[in-house]
């Protein structure tokens, strides 16, 4: 599904990897136009991303879709229709992964809004399997280093850090399809591995004893750091329960 200027799609995401409570979200699908292609006027097509950000019923924009897990230099290729693609040779070198970077301003805007923005992996035309068990773990640091809190020269959309994928499997083949009914269990596993070392606004955790709440999103910083993360809420009360903080935090 995708936003126009005319008419609006909202669904619910099947599986969201994100680090948040355990609530209903509403999310909207970013990406396709679909409704803008057939509509022959502009005025129906997609519009920036930040500006379905003003919307206060949406929580989280999946954008769509990361539709071939592995392509030309061992990278995947996303399709954001007019927004961003591989079709017009602006991909990082020896690869069809295009760059995006105009996303990534729009990207911040909407997190500092408070939205939660994912990585949808898949959609119908997707090529989305694995061959074994370790190439499911290897795409998985993949997904980490290129969208999330991880490294690489070939980030799609710079600095800017999503906030969790979506896995939006209609399609696949291989000895491991993702597109069964219930997806790759190492691609999962390690996923949550490296999602759950990082944490968003209002995340409360308890460290030396202390309570501290989270002030944004961030990874690798521990509470009492120079950079201003988290905020000192006083001792913990006995009874409390809060999040550890995980024994190993890494950028």
Same mark, same amino acid.
């Not at 119908?124 to 773990?137: C, E, K, P």
């Given at each position: 599904?995708?936003?126009?200027?005319?008419?609006?799609?909202?669904?619910?995401?099947?599986?969201?990897?994100?680090?948040?409570?355990?609530?209903?979200?509403?999310?909207?699908?970013?990406?396709?136009?679909?409704?803008?292609?057939?509509?022959?006027?502009?005025?129906?097509?997609?519009?920036?991303? =930040? @500006?379905?950000?003003?919307? +206060? /019923?949406?929580?989280?924009?999946?954008?769509?879709?990361?539709?071939?897990? $592995?392509?030309? *230099?061992?990278?995947?290729?996303?399709?954001?229709?007019?927004?961003?693609?591989?079709?017009?040779?602006?991909?990082?070198?020896?690869?069809?992964?295009?760059?995006?970077?105009?996303?990534?301003?729009?990207?911040?805007?909407?997190?500092?809004?408070?939205?939660?923005?994912?990585?949808?992996?898949?959609?119908?035309?997707? =090529? @989305?399997?694995?061959?074994? +068990? /370790?190439?499911?773990?290897?795409?998985?640091?993949?997904?980490?280093?290129? $969208?999330?809190? *991880?490294?690489?020269?070939?980030?799609?959309?710079?600095?800017?850090?999503?906030?969790?994928?979506?896995?939006?499997?209609?399609?696949?083949?291989?000895?491991?399809?993702?597109?069964?009914?219930?997806?790759?269990?190492?691609?999962?596993?390690?996923?949550?591995?490296?999602?759950?070392?990082?944490?968003?606004?209002?995340?409360?955790?308890?460290?030396?004893?202390?309570?501290?709440?989270?002030?944004?999103?961030?990874?690798?910083?521990?509470?009492?750091?120079?950079?201003?993360?988290?905020?000192?809420?006083?001792?913990?009360?006995?009874?409390?329960?809060?999040?550890?903080?995980?024994?190993?935090?890494?950028?």
């Amino acid at each position: 599904m995708a936003f126009s200027s005319a008419k609006r799609a909202l669904s619910l995401s099947s599986i969201l990897l994100i680090t948040t409570p355990s609530i209903l979200l509403a999310a909207g699908y970013y990406g396709q136009n679909s409704y803008g292609a057939t509509h022959g006027s502009s005025v129906y097509s997609q519009q920036f991303l =930040s @500006t379905y950000c003003q919307d +206060d /019923a949406l929580d989280v924009i999946p954008l769509a879709f990361l539709h071939i897990f $592995f392509s030309s *230099g061992g990278l995947p290729e996303i399709d954001l229709a007019n927004t961003c693609n591989s079709n017009n040779g602006n991909v990082f070198p020896g690869t069809k992964l295009a760059v995006c970077h105009q996303l990534t301003d729009d990207i911040k805007t909407c997190q500092k809004r408070g939205k939660l923005v994912t990585m949808s992996l898949g959609g119908a035309t997707g =090529s @989305t399997a694995f061959s074994s +068990d /370790a190439q499911a773990r290897t795409f998985a640091e993949t997904i980490w280093n290129l $969208f999330l809190g *991880g490294s690489s020269d070939t980030r799609p959309f710079g600095d800017a850090v999503l906030d969790g994928v979506d896995l939006d499997l209609e399609s696949g083949s291989g000895t491991d399809t993702m597109s069964r009914p219930r997806p790759s269990a190492p691609f999962l596993m390690h996923m949550w591995d490296l999602l759950s070392s990082q944490y968003i606004h209002n995340n409360v955790v308890a460290h030396n004893g202390h309570k501290w709440t989270a002030g944004w999103w961030s990874i690798g910083d521990l509470p009492g750091g120079v950079v201003g993360v988290w905020e000192d809420n006083g001792p913990c009360s006995p009874s409390a329960k809060f999040r550890r903080l995980p024994r190993v935090l890494k950028h």
